[in-house]
């Protein structure tokens, strides 16, 4: 047997049962790597449950900036009895497993290293009580690992001490935890661990944070001031990461009061209601949601359409159709979100791929919704959510104001003769708008979901309605102008084969496209951002013979999209789609493409796993 | 519905009110609901209630759902912007609105059906927060704009026009507010102006979720003999609480009652809602006096109209969310950006 040896190039996995206070141990494990200056991503596998079920949490260590999943891993920490054979069998031979030998265990398998850490037994020795006890195993071998990893402990001490900042009695049992560890293995397992972590400078630069989290400061920063929500995974944290940046940083001084308004409603149809009266009244309002509450919204997306009201929305997508795995990710409402409700509607997609992006098309969100006056639908996922990413820090111009679009206020509305809420004044489709209140006797309209005229009169004639269907496809151009635009690996083509990709998709891209290239295979690569798709993309679909199209959803929903929009023939597009609820790696993606294109008898290249 | 244009000149000598303004100043479009409907007569009292509290329309939003009585909203107040939203929802969207600019005057209007059926959630959840609003429910029992439905109003002894049995018992929306810790809850009659112009009017100037069930008979659909919300059947039935007068801020009370039968609240701004009691054993101020009193009227078959419950201490929605007193939507990036600079910070505590 050989074992595996690596630098700064490794998949650790802690298996856990959940409820026992494993994350933030596990966090802190690979925050400590970020600090030793290696790019990293870890990934919270969990239950839709509360207490006792299995629960994962997997590390990507690489210096090469890697940050996708990877398939087979080469550390496992095994704190779960309930899931040791799982855990076993994922385990790369020449693999290491770590586990909890106050009750030893045979693993049957003579190509892995089985290490062995009495936790249990060390922490009941040297703590008394009882909840310690428990909760410190997790730092015990936190404090193992950075013996085994040749890390710098004193980060773990540091991190220690940052997060337990003003309760200040727990770090000290925390950091004879970690030491209790460490000195273990120090002592008794010596020269074991062939993977190693060596301090680098790949995270200078960066930061490691969630893509919810970056979202609900993109909204502070993008002056949203109503926040409506209903709780559900996995967009809760968005909300929650509004709420407390907005504690943070938009409380009034003088006074002690907010500049924000946050309300849990009473579900996702009062959510966006809240949201949409918000917009309604001048003010940037939002609500954030998953698939369930996309299908709970849409009338009220419907009504933001077609009566012009800007909205925001994020929808981080969980596995579906219906209840589906609310904890597992996918890519799998692009359709439902594109067009949600009844009746023709189209709507403004933002599709970030990092959590650098999720803050500023958050704030971005809101400058298009105001300026297109309609919803824009921050389509997110589970992935990109709720796990930290390891991506470039955010920046900010100061010189830049918000955009509140076409709002006539007092001093226009005098100037002006002819006030129409849906004239379409410029020819863009875009009609100007006003406040409520905004002048004693001009700019008043009605609102509404019924058909209307130019001056917001209520109208049942056919050619009226038709007309301001078209005024509304016309705004949709409009938009698809305005919306970003996609990015692309290669300055220019280079070949006839092209690979189109969105979202978290992107921390599996370049690997793939590396692993690709290895093969002989040159693909050029298009990341779709936005919906309208605009011309930019049109082009590059033009410019290819043969394009795959890799998603997350069993349907290839963009792949319809590009379809329907473009009229593009389906042969040209090869639909790489992996919907198994786990975020899709590089392997999958270059196996796919490379049997495709050596004549693999599928159109398509589908799979689950 | 009439379909004569209004014509834009009016007499010179129209009652003006302290703003300057009359009557016509606060019309809205030709009403297209049928001739005698009391939603009519309910737009009539809220305009009434405006003109004499001399409100700027333009500070006045108007919100409504989905069916005839939300039409309404579209027959007064011209200037006011208003929003017709989707079935049952009024409540989601006014809340959203009030929080953008708590400045302006809300008046949401409902029906039965878009109340008691569809948007029961967000009725119960927009009193529960004391969302700063006038609700106000055109009650007809029944469907008017799907032709004659029995809504959840409707009670159970009440038959349809066709003579069908209604198999489930009403719900009392005005009693329901009441337990949901509505502040201020009155029900009336839309052929009754004279309770209904200050009851509308304390309404307005109330700081709290302002609930107002009113009868309104729906002509076309609930209007015979064997309906319980028909015009006949309220007007014999009809037993008022209290007898209300509305005493503008710095105006004298000048009625006069006869010693421990009248009560007076004061209101938000000062002004006072004066009650003429008409009934001994009942506090408007007490919950559980409202509820026994209303539940006794309606063991007794009686429908009890005035204002049934009153409190003028709790917080609105605003208050308890301590939002700051510049209306939100008033704010810039100045107030809302934390910058580059702040950000930067935020980075480091990120890595």
């Known amino acids: 047997m050989s074992n595996i040896k690596s630098t700064n190039e490794f998949v650790i996995k802690f298996a856990n049962v959940n409820g026992s206070g494993s994350a933030s141990a596990n966090q802190m494990f690979a925050k ?20 006792g079920l299995p629960t994962w949490f997997e590390v990507r260590v690489s210096e090469k900036g890697y940050l996708g999943r990877r398939e087979g891993v080469d550390i496992v920490v095994a704190m779960n009895p309930q899931s040791y054979n799982q855990d076993l069998m994922e385990l790369n031979s020449g693999g290491y497993l770590l586990y909890d030998s106050s009750w030893k265990r045979d693993f049957k398998r003579s190509d892995i290293n089985v290490i062995e850490i009495p936790l249990t037994k060390l922490c009941v020795e040297e703590f008394s009580n009882p909840k310690q006890r428990l909760l410190f195993k997790n730092i015990v ?41 460490y000195d273990y293995a120090r002592e008794n397992l010596k020269e074991i661990c062939e993977i190693k972590i060596e301090t680098s400078d790949k995270t200078k630069g960066m930061i490691l944070t969630s893509g919810n989290d970056a979202s609900g400061l993109g909204c502070v920063y993008g002056g949203a001031t109503v926040c409506a929500w209903y709780p559900i995974t996995p967009s809760t944290s968005l909300a929650e990461a509004f709420t407390d940046y907005s504690e943070k940083l938009r409380v009034e001084e003088e006074t002690n009061k907010n500049k924000y308004a946050i309300i849990q409603a009473e579900d996702e149809l009062a959510a966006v209601g809240m949201a949409i009266g918000a917009n309604w009244n001048g003010a940037r309002g939002f609500t954030a949601t998953s698939g369930p509450g996309i299908s709970l919204m849409s009338e009220f997306i419907g009504l933001a359409y077609f009566a012009e009201v800007p909205l925001v929305l994020f929808d981080i997508q969980r596995g579906g159709p219906s209840t589906g795995m609310p904890t597992r990710t996918q890519q799998s409402d692009v359709l439902s979100c594109a067009y949600a409700s009844h009746g023709d509607t189209k709507h403004v997609l933002l599709i970030p791929s990092d959590p650098k992006e999720c803050f500023e098309f958050a704030a971005e969100a809101f400058d298009l919704a105001d300026r297109i006056q309609t919803p824009v639908i921050v389509l997110s996922d589970l992935d990109l959510g709720m796990n930290d990413w390891t991506c470039p820090e955010f920046k900010w111009d100061d010189t830049k104001s918000f955009d509140k679009g076409k709002v006539l206020h007092a001093k226009d509305l005098e100037e002006i003769e002819n006030f129409g809420r849906y004239l379409d004044v410029d020819g863009d489709g875009i009609p100007y708008r006003t406040y409520p209140g905004a002048h004693p006797e001009k700019g008043a309209y009605f609102t509404r979901g019924t058909s209307h005229d130019e001056y917001a009169k209520y109208t049942e004639d056919g050619v009226v309605n038709a007309r301001n269907l078209s005024r509304l496809l016309k705004k949709y151009q409009t938009a698809s102008e305005l919306v970003p635009n996609p990015i692309f690996k290669q300055e220019t083509n280079t070949s006839s084969i092209g690979v189109i990709y969105y979202g978290s998709t992107e921390a599996s891209m370049q690997e793939a496209l590396d692993l690709l290239h290895e093969e002989g295979v040159i693909l050029d690569a298009m990341r779709l951002r936005a919906f309208p798709f605009n011309l930019e993309v049109w082009e590059f679909i033009e410019d290819h013979d043969l394009l795959f199209i890799v998603e997350q959803n069993r349907d290839g929903q963009m792949r319809t999209l590009i379809m329907a929009e473009g009229g593009i023939i389906p042969d040209k597009l090869v639909s790489v789609l992996c919907f198994d609820g786990q975020p899709i790696t590089a392997d999958f993606i270059s196996n796919k493409i490379s049997s495709h294109l050596t004549g693999s008898p599928s159109k398509t290249a589908v799979g689950g796993k | 519905m009439t379909y004569i244009v209004k014509p834009k000149n009016h007499h010179p000598d129209l009652e003006k009110n302290e703003l300057g303004l009359t009557r016509r100043d606060y019309e809205g479009s030709i009403s297209s609901l049928c001739a005698g409907c009391g939603h009519d007569s309910i737009s009539a009292a809220i305009l009434e209630a405006c003109f004499e509290l001399s409100l700027s329309a333009h500070n006045v939003a108007k919100l409504s759902g989905i069916g005839c009585s939300s039409k309404a909203p579209a027959y007064f ?13 009024m409540p989601s969207v006014a809340t959203g609105a009030n929080l953008a600019n708590h400045e302006m005057l809300y008046l949401g209007i409902s029906g039965d059906g878009d109340t008691a059926s569809i948007g029961i959630g967000q009725f119960v959840h927009a009193a529960r927060r004391q969302l700063n609003v006038v609700y106000v429910v055109e009650n007809n029992g029944t469907y008017g704009l799907t032709k004659g439905q029995f809504s959840a109003t409707n009670d159970l002894e009440s038959k349809s026009k066709y003579g069908e049995d209604n198999l489930f018992p009403s719900i009392d929306l005005a009693a329901m507010a009441i337990q949901l810790g509505a502040s201020f809850v009155a029900r009336s009659f839309s052929g009754d102006k004279e309770q209904l ?32 919300k028909s015009y006949d059947f309220i007007r014999e039935h009809n037993e008022s609480v209290s007898r ?19 009560v007076q609240v004061p209101l938000h701004d000062g002004s006072l809602i004066s009650l003429e009691k008409l009934s001994k054993d009942f506090d ?10 209303i539940n006794k009227a309606e063991e007794e078959g009686k429908v009890l109209t005035g204002l049934l419950y009153i409190n003028t201490e709790s917080k609105d929605l605003k208050e308890t969310l301590n939002v700051v007193d510049k209306p939100l939507n008033q704010l810039n990036e100045k107030d809302l950006c934390p910058g580059a600079e702040k950000l930067q910070a935020i980075n480091k505590d990120l890595c």
């Open chain 1, 32 to 51: 400590g790597v970020f600090r030793s200056g290696v790019p990293v991503s870890p990934k919270n596998i969990f239950p839709s449950n509360i207490q």
């Open chain 1, 141 to 181: 071998y936190v404090g193992a690992l950075s013996y085994l990893l040749n890390m710098d402990k004193e980060i773990y001490e540091i991190l220690i001490k940052e997060q337990f900042k003003g309760k200040e009695k727990l770090i000290d049992p925390n950091v004879k935890a970690l030491n209790l560890g």
């Open chain 2, 77 to 89: 107040l011209n200037q006011s912007h208003g929003f017709n939203s989707v079935h049952g929802r």
């Open chain 2, 197 to 228: 112009v200050p009851l509308l009017k304390a309404a307005m100037k109330h700081k709290g979720f302002s609930f107002l069930d009113i009868i309104s008979p729906c002509v076309t659909f609930n209007n015979h003999g064997t309906s319980t």
């Open chain 2, 244 to 262: 209300p007068d509305f005493v503008p801020l710095g105006k004298e009370i000048t009625t006069s009652y006869e010693e421990g039968q009248s």
């Open chain 2, 284 to 293: 408007p101020s007490n919950k559980a006096s409202s509820l026994a009193k």
